[in-house]
């Protein structure tokens, strides 16, 4: 790909980006959010259209006008967000729009399919039922599917967009075993995450990408992580974790023997004001599923719950809000953000009321927070009124934590604060949530990056099949035994 | 950029729009040049029955021969009064010479009538009559009213069907929609008609709402219901003609007397086929034509009979 | 904020107001009795019903749902305010008790889609036939007509040389556009249709928004009928069959998504006036029923269509 650039309104998404992907090599693409990886990746599956460049796929000069072109021209493209038909079965979809026609024109045949479809997915070395519906599988078993449909179209070039966001280490490692048979047998892999540590176990070259510029490749094999960093955000990144000092005072939240059926067992804790409590566990394991019951999201069957020393029963999101809960999903778009209302929207949604006077909103005041809060998390946006849509993911995240803050929460819910944002970012939002600790409110934080656990919490829980397993005081404890808490055995001695 | 489309959305909708002012149809050229001579227009309950349409042709016929233009607007939907009341509207703001209606509602259209009074252009009512309270409760006037006496029709149905019965039988009547003048009056004859014969009953009596696809459904219900029914008055020939399907799929065909009501070409040619043992016709194209032809003597300043019927026959 | 500003930051609804401008200037091209102010009087007369109804539908299209039964309520609402008045009622009163039976009619709509999970075009198709049943029932499927001039001015009366109608339906635009930009239920509205789960999660009370929603949507067909009665001087229980298409169509033109949570009150408005000035020039122009039907259709199309262009082109 040569000089591809990109414009929008306002804002050039690429300009004049250069890259170069050998085959049989995995090249990472590094690159904070908003740095135009995601913009180049979609000009190359032909989702987008470019306005300058060429792109040369073994030497040849393709166009890319439309994704079956990408397709044909052997790209393929796995993004964050997997593009699967959830109640169709794996087999559906791995052959959807080419399924083997059957003995009537408009017929499938499915046993072919199915076969076949078994054996794209036995090559992956994963045991999933081609029968099985996609709304059934796990996140990790989702994924492998859609490998398993990325190679089935004979792909020249897998595009992988932060492929291991959702996994456990177990299947990431499971994954990177895939990746590094591709690699062998000559498929180019241009792979996507934030996870620093990754891309030295997977990688062999790095391009990194800021404001939409090329800003240089390296062969990773030679180059450091601080290297690496200082190139993405352009200036040398101090200490990630900001020190803890936080002083922690009175209970704020109390959960006795909170249970919900076949999915929550028995479970106990506390919070108090100024602590961040780290919450770990597998995929699964009942994290995101405790938040929501605490939430009011989902009907518990059993359990108390006392805010400031107080017994309160929540029904719903809403009661737990004035009870001054906050929750941060881990699914911003799904269910953090209206993306389709501008910033102003949708961090003032969670609290009209402070905006409102006999009924009426002000539409002046709602601005003046929503531009103070995002001024104060650095939300890179044109204005208020821009769509959330059009943000980054990182910038996205922003304007969901700006909701929390509009609403002044005493206790809030972090679940995978962190996930799909670059590194500037993350730091940004590590120091925000040892800043509001310091501000005196409670924090649960739901991670699946064990650093970030174990860099944050004053106190880690950690949960295993819907049971509280282990707790610890933060810096007490090493990643390994957390694990073994997790993985539900003991620890070795 | 962002104007192109606005722009080519421009260019299509004028062509669009310049194509229809520039139709061959003879009304249409009118409506630039309105200068060229008195504007007569038709304005029928709907388009979509075979009986306005016959009164459409007859209408255009008699505008040819007096060499005025004729102007035919109707509603999609023939119980939609308020988008006739709005067709009139429009009409009385094109300045028309005079207004030839034929009513959706016998008492809804009454105000824009009164808007064609003020307005000065004379109102001629065709088919269905105006409700005469509603009218004079509101002041306003009508040149005249050209229709059949659809409740002397209803008699003559009735009247046949006695005599084809003999005096026995069990007869179904699917009325038009409740509320219209137009229907009630043909099964208020009907009714008048069977009166004195205490051999024939009426076990049922359904509206279809002029449609046939109801006339089809209502009817295969009534056949249910009461299997041994031998006649069917249905008040328009389009339910008449949905219910002699009805009466084919059940396997009853000529078993059941059946009897419309408007004579349309469909219609007689059931009759014909035995299919129908009768309807009754109307003459709509004559009703369109006298109307044209009352409007232009109106025009010319030739008095005009308050009341002209329309010849009503019996086709079996 | 001056117009040209307003425009701008309404990009979308510029576009929909282009598209009318267009429309009115091509018409009063083609034909002399077009840009009369008796005519534009006359159409927006004419847009009056269509366009209150469409409020309504606007409502609940943004929130995420749609509407079918608006046409059967506002036949349900006429018969009973005609009933009412013939009974004696005072008209405040009668017009009081159409509202009251309009609301409640979406109420459970509201209450089906809200608490009884239904899709909302489920919901609302089986309201239309109920309530069209329900109209045909408390009527024996007869028109009740005739009532005094005090209810009539309602159609008939002049302020300020503008139609009463017409009035009514600013009061109604104005009302509208207000709740939606400037109250929580307004914005709750707009954000339910955008991400309903987001929403609940941001503790907007979901259920109760729907029921306001639909019940708001019932409201207003039920104020439509009241317009529709005065003008008609009597009410139909076969009133209204196919309004809901005819709303839904004026929203959809005035740039309201059908995905919800993206358009607006003064879209509509516009989309509701191209859609009476369409009629109207057409009328004018003597053009044939039947091509009458096939331009409108056109003209809905390319006005969606527009709308979709014009989003591509910023994308």
Redesign the interface.
């Known amino acids: 790909m040569r000089g591809i650039a990109k414009r929008?309104?306002g804002v050039v998404a690429l300009d004049g980006v250069d890259l170069e992907v050998r085959r049989g090599e995995v090249h990472v693409l590094l690159g904070e959010n908003g740095a135009g990886k995601s913009t180049l990746m979609k000009v190359l599956a032909g989702a987008v259209r470019r306005d300058a460049g060429e792109v040369r796929i073994d030497g040849e000069a393709v166009a890319l006008g439309d994704p079956r072109a990408a397709q044909r021209a052997g790209v393929s493209i796995i993004y964050q967000e997997f593009n699967l038909v959830p109640h169709l079965s794996v087999a559906d979809n791995l052959y959807l729009g080419r399924e083997p026609r059957g003995a009537w024109p408009g017929l499938i045949d499915q046993k072919t399919m199915v076969r076949d479809a078994s054996r794209q997915l036995a090559a992956l070395g994963v045991s999933i039922d081609p029968q099985a519906r996609v709304a059934d599988l796990g996140v990790a078993e989702q994924q492998m599917v859609e490998v398993a449909k990325a190679l089935s179209i004979d792909a020249r070039i897998l595009v992988m967009d932060e492929p291991t966001s959702a996994l456990t280490e177990q299947e990431i490692e499971r994954l990177f075993t895939v990746i590094r048979s591709l690699r062998a047998r000559g498929v180019a892999v241009i792979y996507i995450s934030h996870r620093m540590e990754e891309l030295f176990q997977i990688g062999d070259r790095v391009t990194v990408m800021r404001d939409g510029r090329h800003v240089g490749t390296r062969v990773l094999a030679d180059c450091t992580m601080d290297e690496l960093v200082r190139l993405m955000v352009g200036r040398a990144l101090t200490e990630q974790f900001p020190a803890r000092t936080a002083r922690q005072g009175e209970e704020a939240l109390r959960v006795e023997g909170l249970c919900r059926r076949g999915v929550l067992h028995d479970i106990s804790f506390s919070l108090r004001r100024g602590e961040v409590v780290g919450l770990a566990g597998l995929m699964g394991s009942g994290r995101t599923e405790l938040a929501r019951a605490i939430?009011g999201?989902d009907p518990i069957d059993a359990g108390r719950i006392w805010l400031r020393g107080r017994a309160v029963t929540i029904r719903?999101?809403?009661q737990?809000?004035?009870e001054g809960l906050g929750?941060l999903?881990e699914d911003r778009k799904?269910?953090?953000?209206?993306?389709?209302?501008d910033i102003e929207?949708n961090t003032?949604?969670?609290h009209?009321?402070r905006f409102?006077r006999a009924?009426?909103?002000s539409?002046r005041r709602a601005a003046e927070t929503a531009g103070r809060l995002t001024t104060e998390l650095r939300v890179k946006t044109p204005g208020l009124?821009q769509r959330v849509v059009n943000l980054s993911g990182g910038n996205q995240q922003k304007v969901v934590l700006a909701?929390w803050l509009c609403r002044e929460a005493d206790v809030l819910i972090f679940d995978e604060p962190t996930r799909g944002i670059d590194v500037g970012a993350k730091a940004e939002i590590y120091q925000l949530i040892q800043r509001l600790a310091g501000e005196g409110r409670a924090i649960l934080m739901i991670s699946s990056e064990l650093p970030e656990i174990l860099g944050l919490s004053d106190r880690i829980l950690v949960m295993h099949r819907g049971h509280l397993a282990g707790e610890f005081r933060g810096g007490e404890v090493t990643p390994e035994q957390l694990l073994h808490c997790a993985l539900g055995s003991p620890p070795a001695p | 950029m962002k104007f192109t489309p606005v722009l080519l959305f421009a260019a299509v909708s004028l062509s669009l729009l310049a194509g229809c002012g520039r139709s061959p149809d003879p009304a249409a050229s009118a409506g630039s040049a309105a200068a060229a001579g008195p504007v007569i227009a038709l304005v029928p309950k709907t388009l979509n029955n075979p009986f306005f349409i016959d009164m459409q042709r007859g209408a255009e016929e008699a505008a040819r021969a007096a060499g005025v233009t004729l102007v035919v607007q109707a509603a999609e939907r023939e119980t939609d009064v308020e988008r006739q009341m709005q067709i009139i509207e429009n009409l009385i703001q094109r300045k028309v010479s005079a207004l030839i209606l034929a009513p959706s509602g016998s008492r809804e259209i009454v105000p824009v009538v009164l808007k064609a009074n003020q307005a000065d252009i004379p109102v001629l009512i065709v088919d269905t009559r105006l409700d005469a309270a509603a009218l004079q409760a509101s002041g306003g006037k009508t040149v005249t009213f050209i229709g059949s006496d659809n409740h002397e029709g209803g008699k003559i149905a009735g009247q046949f069907a006695v005599e084809r019965l003999g005096g026995q039988g069990r007869v179904a009547v699917l009325e038009g929609i409740a509320g219209h003048e137009t229907g009630d009056a043909r099964v208020r004859g009907f009714r008048e008609a069977l009166r004195g014969h205490p051999g024939i009953t009426i076990v049922a009596s359904q509206p279809a709402n002029w449609e046939r696809d109801q006339g089809y459904t209502v009817f295969q219900n009534i056949l249910q219901a009461n299997p041994t029914v031998n006649a069917l008055f249905a008040a328009n020939d389009l339910m008449a003609l949905g219910a002699v399907e009805a009466i084919a799929a059940a396997g009853k065909t000529g078993k059941v007397t059946v009897i419309g009501f408007d004579a349309q070409d469909e219609a007689r040619a059931a009759v014909k086929a035995g299919k129908m043992a009768a309807t009754i016709a109307q003459n709509p194209a004559l009703m369109g034509r006298t109307a044209v032809e009352r409007a232009v003597a109106l025009l010319k300043g030739e008095p005009v009979p308050a009341d002209i019927g329309v010849s009503i026959e019996l086709v079996k | 904020m001056t117009l040209p500003r307003f425009l701008v930051a309404n990009a979308r609804q510029a576009g929909t107001v282009a598209v009318f401008l267009v429309l009115c200037l091509v018409l009063s091209v083609l034909t002399p009795h077009f840009l009369t102010t008796s005519n534009l009087l006359n159409v927006a007369q004419q847009t009056v019903i269509n366009a209150v109804i469409a409020v309504g539908l606007t409502y609940v299209i943004l929130s995420g749902g749609i509407d079918l039964s608006v046409g059967s309520v506002l036949a349900l609402a006429g018969v009973v305010l005609a009933l009412a008045l013939q009974a004696g009622w005072p008209v405040p009163l009668a017009i009081g008790a159409c509202l009251v039976v309009g609301a409640a009619c979406g109420t459970v709509n509201g209450l089906l889609v809200a608490f009884g999970r239904l899709p909302p075009f489920i919901a609302t198709l089986g309201l239309m036939s109920v309530a069209r049943g329900g109209a045909l029932l408390v009527t024996d499927g007869r028109p009740v007509s005739g009532f005094d001039a005090s209810f009539r001015w309602l159609a008939t009366g002049e302020v300020l040389g503008i139609p009463v109608p017409v009035w009514c339906m600013l009061a109604v635009y104005g009302v509208a556009h207000f709740v939606l930009k400037r109250t929580k239920f307004g914005r709750y509205v707009v954000a339910i249709g955008g991400n309903e789960e987001a929403s609940l999660l941001s503790g907007v009370p979901v259920a109760a928004c729907k029921v306001g929603i639909y019940a708001l949507g019932g409201g207003l067909a039920a104020a439509a009928s009241v317009l529709l009665t005065a003008r008609l001087n009597s009410a139909q229980p076969i009133a209204g069959l196919s309004y809901e298409l005819d709303a839904i169509a004026a929203t959809v033109i005035g740039g309201t998504s059908l995905m919800g949570g993206q358009g607006s009150v003064f879209g509509t408005l516009v989309g509701a006036l191209i859609m009476g000035v369409l009629r109207n020039g057409l009328n004018l122009l003597g053009v044939s029923s039947y091509v009458q039907q096939v331009v409108i259709g056109a003209v809905i199309i390319a006005a969606v269509l527009l709308d979709t262009v014009f989003k591509g082109s910023k994308r």
């Open positions: 929008y309104p939430f999201a719903s999101p809403r737990a809000i004035r929750f999903t799904r269910q953090g953000l209206v993306l389709c209302r929207e003032s949604l969670a009209l009321d409102t009924g009426v909103l539409p009124g909701k």
